[in-house]
């Protein structure tokens, strides 16, 4: 199974792969029943999550039914905690929306809720993160996760998601982070191989590997950079029954 899961999101495009996946892998669920792990997303429950990586994949990681992984539902829970992102209609801008949020935020959100993504056949708006279409303190809350290492300009993206966000607004800026962790984030456009590029930036499409000075990064772009540590805060049962990691940051931008 890890092999197989491995393979298909090494050198099956991403917007293939959100198309067509998901019946396979509800199928797939099904040799999974139990009641060990449960997904606060989609409510589903497991013997264990499915792996899930490129390389070497992690073990309890992927939810069968809604296609979250451990950064979903750690976002999932954050949002419910520590936010009235449930509580209230926002205005909200997701960029390249994960398939497991879309209903349920669509649904708490209405017509306020925008999906936008270059590429993705998932989006509404078609659009260039570092031009966003969208007049200044527009939205309360924007989503970009495991984007801003595809893009060519990461700050230009960031300052354009400052602008767009309303004052008090928030975004949550999620990024991989590669071991081991270089002190600056490492750029280098002459690197073309794609295996050399997947072996330095851990994705072949990855155009440059986040460093400790992200949340610097943030900041340069007009936001107030949070790393929070919500995860180490949780229950230990929390995290077992949520496939969550313990030590996982997430990287919030605040205007």
Not at 12 to 27: D, E, S
Not at 93 to 114: N, S, V, W
Not at 161 to 168: A, E, F, M, T
Request: proline share 6%; net charge positive.
């Amino acid at each position: 199974m890890k092999q197989v899961i491995s393979f298909l999101i090494r050198f099956i495009p991403r917007k293939y792969l959100q198309l067509f996946t998901g019946i396979g892998l509800k199928t797939l669920g099904v040799f999974y029943a139990g009641n060990q792990v449960a997904c606060p997303i989609c409510g589903k429950h497991y013997k264990k999550f499915l792996p899930y990586g490129r390389l070497n994949p992690r073990p309890n990681a992927l939810c069968p039914n809604c296609l979250s992984l451990e950064r979903h539902r750690l976002i999932w829970v954050y949002l419910e905690e520590k936010t009235n992102f449930f509580n209230h209609k926002l205005s909200v801008l997701h960029i390249a929306p994960e398939p497991c949020f879309m209903k349920r935020f669509e649904k708490q959100h209405g017509d306020t809720y925008i999906t936008a993504d270059i590429e993705s056949p998932l989006a509404k708006v078609k659009m260039d993160i570092h031009q966003i279409p969208f007049p200044e303190n527009h939205f309360d809350v924007v989503l970009c996760n495991h984007v801003l290492e595809h893009v060519a300009d990461d700050i230009k993206a960031m300052s354009e998601i400052q602008r767009v966000l309303k004052p008090g607004g928030f975004a949550i800026l999620q990024v991989p982070f590669f071991s081991p962790v270089p002190s600056v984030t490492f750029e280098d456009n002459s690197i073309t191989d794609p295996r050399e590029r997947e072996k330095i930036f851990g994705q072949d499409d990855h155009v440059r590997k986040f460093g400790k000075d992200y949340a610097n990064r943030i900041e340069r772009s007009g936001l107030t950079a949070e790393a929070s540590a919500f995860a180490a805060e949780l229950n230990e049962d929390k995290v077992l029954r949520y496939g969550l990691v313990r030590n996982e940051i997430l990287y919030i931008g605040r205007k």
